[in-house]
């Protein structure tokens, strides 16, 4: 029986080749802003806050349908739809849980068949119309994973996160267990209950499958 009736994963990073904001940036010649958020946020100057902002704000006038074809041809995991039916296969809940804007998530969750998702909530385009100004938001994946929670009737302690992040190890301790994907930090690999390096998101389906879940 498989050990785990919900699995949730990170975006950028996890599920693509690469952080999925940079090559958005790339794309929209926008490079340089993408390099010093994130610099100033490696560095403490800024929080996670106004780092998660910045990035969005990357996005801002695109259509909805040049911001689609980006994420289409974000580099990704190989075998992402593969791996959420085996999930399914198993009997388990398959879910998103990123920092990105709601509009990203669920265009991963209708493209991968996800079943649900825990983005943060942002102004996003109406329609076909450009992506608008963020406004504020909040970096908060605790209090996404609650509602995820709530909505599938699941447990912390049923429920496994893979991540790459150091907000995905700080996740780490609130479920029942943990995989390090292609993770450069550390402090997250050390937080997890298994680190695995792939570019195969199958790979990860035999660490979930043999964890023992914590009690949280």
Not at 36 to 63: C, V
Not at 66 to 85: A, D, F, Q, S, Y
Not at 148 to 161: G, I, K, P, V, Y
């Amino acid at each position: 029986m498989f050990p785990f009736r919900l699995v949730t994963f990170d975006i950028d990073g996890t599920l693509t080749l690469g952080h999925g904001w940079r090559f958005l940036a790339a794309q929209r010649g926008r490079t340089p802003a993408y390099e010093s958020t994130t610099s100033r946020y490696l560095d403490g100057r800024i929080g996670e806050d106004e780092h998660l902002q910045n990035l969005i704000r990357l996005a801002e006038g695109a259509t909805a349908p040049e911001l689609e074809e980006i994420l289409e041809r974000t580099p990704k995991l190989g075998h992402i739809p593969e791996t959420v039916n085996s999930l399914h296969s198993e009997g388990v809940r398959v879910a998103l849980l990123s920092h990105n804007p709601e509009y990203i998530c669920r265009w991963y969750e209708r493209r991968f068949g996800f079943d649900d998702q825990g983005g943060t909530p942002s102004a996003e385009p109406v329609g076909d119309g450009p992506v608008p100004f963020p406004g504020t938001v909040r970096a908060d994946k605790p209090a996404a994973l609650r509602r995820l929670l709530d909505r599938a009737h699941r447990t912390a302690s049923e429920t496994a996160h893979v991540g790459d992040s150091r907000s995905d190890g700080e996740l780490f301790r609130l479920v029942g267990g943990g995989i390090a994907l292609n993770s450069p930090d550390a402090s997250v690999r050390e937080a997890a209950d298994a680190v695995v390096v792939s570019e195969d998101l199958a790979a990860v389906l035999a660490p979930l499958g043999s964890l023992h879940p914590r009690r949280v």
